[in-house]
């Protein structure tokens, strides 16, 4: 049987010490529960987290050579605490972060054990420390310091963490292993339901065991990590669950909100019945996946648990469901609604078989609602950094990528500042661009439901640089809000842009936890405000489902600005996605093709720029990483003003050794 949340076997012997006074003691930590146990340390005595601490090793270098080790005083107490499942001691090549990131976020993404990554502060100092453990045997598989300028990347949190801290999340996990336990120990299947799930696979040596758990696991890999041979075990006991067509399917999304494997593996089933497919391939899919054209933007991750996925994740919504999703995300879009309801509820669906198809589809195709703002309607400006030197995330963050073109890398950065803070950040960046246009679309006008594609003419759009576009054209047809009116949000304001901003699972806000513990703000509180913004032209929705993800092209072009507005007007007109930031005299655009149709693209806009004036430098994006959870409050001050300190951009430089007024490279 899985584990309980809390049950695993996550202790390490540390030597604690309280540092106002000189007693110290032994005690085995918890970690996932320590702010529990701690209180049963020294005899029931119950000190002051802030003032615990501990020691570890460091061994300090010079000039290559290890010459010697010191102890390093760490307060007990974490900054933050996230599990990964997956860490290896492998290099893993990635460029998205500085060389003192000792390529962390790649390894931590890239394998096939599961940590636990710890940061905390060094005692009297500005440095933090970073560990990770396995979660196995609580060993220290790595630990490096962390300087002041690289805590934010380290500390930042996404709205699951925010959950995953929430006072409801202990009941929540309990509720949840609840919920496997009665999956797991059900009674065994019928011949009949595993005949209907095993299309295309042959179990030798199969037999019925002694609950669902026993039997089904028998259908995943031995070899594979415990982790991950949990989840594909239990999405089998959802799949051959009785209460699989009489519960409602958000029992079983919320059952398995923490697993994406578990989590894909059902709706594609769900989804299979929409179909009115009676037998299924899932355990084909898992044992035996099939080599997929690479039409997706895939991991890089190597690991054969992750391939049963990918399958599903590269397949096309099927012909049955995309006129219903198209349908709702339009008239949504279109409506600007703002109604925190699902579209269809569990009790419509119970009434018909059409309507259940309804709900299962909206949830299966992760039907989103996403909020887009015009920077200077709030406020703030829009800089965009191509270079190399800054690297690091820092709390005006917006996202960070990384893109590459033959053997060149180019990191890419947005932040969002204040107009005097601004200032400051151009007389020390020299490749800094202020945004003085910005505009983001989803086009599903052109998604066709019968072929499951965007229909647009890729060799057209390009010879559209070949035309001129005024500004005032194109900020009539896609501005966001009028900068001419600047209104600075309230912390309840910040609250709901940030999180439409970094987009809503639009079933999440059908449940009262989730989502809504996040939120500080009731459903009926969220509605009004939210029409008050949208009526106020501070925010456009969008309303979004997930179907195949295109490769994204960056696109740097400079030259004739009436040319680079034609291509951006006709890309954000066709293209399935497209983010358009223009400057004074260039443009930076990020768009998603079908790679059949994105080369002949690239081909002739290279070409007919050239004839035209204009210089276009093609980039494929590499990695992405989002910070706009949390963006807005955490840069709104108590008085209502933007936070200037941009401090947390500076201090690279000085760590750099670089003069305020330059860069490297």
Known sequence: MSRHPHDTPLLQKLTLQEIDTDSSFNAEIGWRRFSFEIKNLDGGKTPLLDNLCYSVNKTVSAQGEEVLDQSVLLKLYPVNVKAYHGFTERDVEENIYPPSAKRTYGRLMNSDITVRRILQKEVDSNTHWLCILNEDDARLIHHHPVFEHEVFYHSYKVHTDVIDSSPQKHLADLRRFEFWKHLEEAKVPSWEGLYKITDGYDAKNFRLGKNMRDTVEQLVPSEWPSYYRDMYSLALCAILSPDLMTKDPLDFVDGFIDSAVAHTMIMYHYTNIVRGITTSDIVR???????????????????????????????????????????????????????????????????????????????????????????????????????????????????????????????????????????????????????????????????????????????????????????????????????????????KDAIIIDALSHSIKYHDL????????????????????????????????????????????????????????????????????????????SAFIIVSLHPDKMDPFIK??????????????????????????????????????????ISGLLCQGRGLGLPLDTEEG
Not at 292 to 309: D, M
Not at 383 to 411: F, I, K, N
Not at 619 to 632: D, F, I, K, P
Request: charged letters at 25%; proline letters at 7%; aromatic letters at 10%.
């Open 604 to 645: 002739t806009l290279v070409t007919s720029a050239i004839e035209n004036d204009v210089l276009v430098e093609p980039w494929t994006v590499n990695r992405y990483s989002g910070y706009r959870w949390g963006l807005l409050q955490r840069l709104l001050c108590e008085d209502g003003t933007w936070d200037e300190d």
């Open 510 to 585: 059908e449940r009262s936890t989730g989502f809504w513990d996040t939120m500080s703000l009731t459903p009926a509180e969220f509605e009004l405000r939210l029409k008050n913004l949208v009526n106020e032209g501070m925010i456009h929705l969008s309303y979004q489902f997930h179907p195949p993800r295109y490769a994204s092209r960056c696109l740097v072009l400079q030259g004739d600005m009436g040319r680079i507005r034609s291509l951006a007007y006709t890309l954000l007109e066709n293209a399935p996605t497209c983010s358009v930031y223009l400057f004074d005299d």
């Open 285 to 491: 899919t898992i044992n035996n996946p099939k080599p997929r054209r690479r039409i997706t933007v895939e991991s890089k991750i190597p690991f054969e648990w992750v391939l049963p996925l990918r399958e599903i994740e590269s397949q096309p919504l099927p012909p049955q469901t995309r006129p219903i999703i198209i349908r709702h995300a339009l008239k949504l879009t279109n409506d600007q609604s703002t109604k925190p309801t699902f579209p269809v509820t569990w009790k419509q669906a119970k009434q018909s078989r059409e309507m259940w198809n309804e709900r299962v589809t909206l949830i299966g195709g992760l039907l989103t609602m996403t909020g887009r703002f015009n920077p200077e309607r709030l406020g703030l400006r829009s800089l965009l950094y191509l270079g190399g030197a800054y690297r690091w995330p820092h709390r005006h963050s917006t996202w960070t990528a990384e893109a590459v073109s033959d053997e060149r890398h180019l990191q890419i950065q947005e932040f969002l500042l204040p107009p005097k803070a601004v200032e400051k950040v151009k007389r020390f960046l020299k490749r800094v661009f202020i945004t003085r246009w910005y505009s983001r679309r989803v086009n599903y006008h052109t998604f066709e439901a019968d072929s499951g594609e965007w229909k647009y003419d890729p060799i057209k759009m390009a010879r559209q640089v070949e035309r001129r576009v005024s500004m005032k054209r194109i900020a009539k047809d896609f501005s966001i809000g009028n900068p001419e009116i600047v209104t600075i949000p309230d912390s």
